[in-house]
């Protein structure tokens, strides 16, 4: 069975520009969450989608934003990128909200914004 | 969620058990204690989970303490793949919420 699957591996960007990641979840997996890890940090919480509606955000601004599709693949976008949002994105999906038995997580999109 | 608190770095033994810990003291009754790790330049991996029972599964055994305000990951054959950085994380089983709030965790060498 594929894992969690993100695209792009890698990324660069110049300031201001706008980037869309994409992450396929395991199948039937309904629930995607998005984190942020800057290098040295733990993964901060973006943003967690369940059944396509949004079901959780993290402290992050407006320049962040989510979706999730019909067949529960998620895209997260990232308008006016700053040097700050250079960081790991990593998808996580779980079979419900809850996620008791764990998230399974991507390997990531690194991105670099110049 | 209630915050954890782990040591920064910790060594091991190849072939030793690797006994990792973590402090909860606030833990409240529905959060359950959740251990992830991170490879280097890989997604965090899912572990083990517990809320008051010890539990075993093939990677690892969890202890919790009677009184929940402390837990000891212990993988009991440390590997060279066991370097990485591992994460306790408390997450309340109830809440509209299930994010995942992640420390610094505890970097574990293991060594040859």
């Known amino acids: 069975d594929a894992g969690v699957t993100q695209s792009p591996t890698h990324l660069i960007k110049t300031r201001g520009q706008q980037v869309t990641l994409r992450c396929s979840p395991i199948s039937g997996h309904k629930s995607v969450s998005w984190y942020q890890q800057v290098l040295g940090q733990g993964p901060q919480f973006i943003f967690q989608y369940y059944e396509k509606e949004e079901r959780g955000r993290g402290n992050f601004p407006d320049r962040f934003s989510a979706r999730q599709f019909p067949n529960y693949s998620s895209e997260l976008n990232v308008n006016a990128l700053l040097l700050g949002d250079s960081a790991l994105y990593l998808c996580a999906s779980s079979l419900n909200r809850e996620a008791l038995y764990g998230y399974t997580f991507g390997s990531g999109t690194r991105l670099t914004v110049v | 969620d209630a915050k954890t608190t782990q040591p920064t770095s910790m060594d091991c033994a190849e072939g030793r058990a690797a006994n990792l810990p973590c402090n909860h003291s606030?833990?409240?009754?529905?959060?359950?204690v959740y251990w992830y790790r991170q490879i280097h330049s890989q997604g965090p991996q899912y572990i083990i989970h517990g809320l008051k029972n010890n539990e075993t599964n093939e990677m690892a055994s969890l202890i919790i303490t009677e009184d929940r305000k402390s837990s000891t990951l212990i993988l009991p054959h440390a590997t060279l793949r066991d370097t990485a950085v591992y994460y306790c994380i408390v997450l309340n089983s109830g809440g509209s919420n299930y994010k995942l709030t992640f420390g610094k965790g505890t970097l574990l060498t293991v060594n040859p």
């Open positions: 606030t833990i409240s009754g529905n959060e359950y």
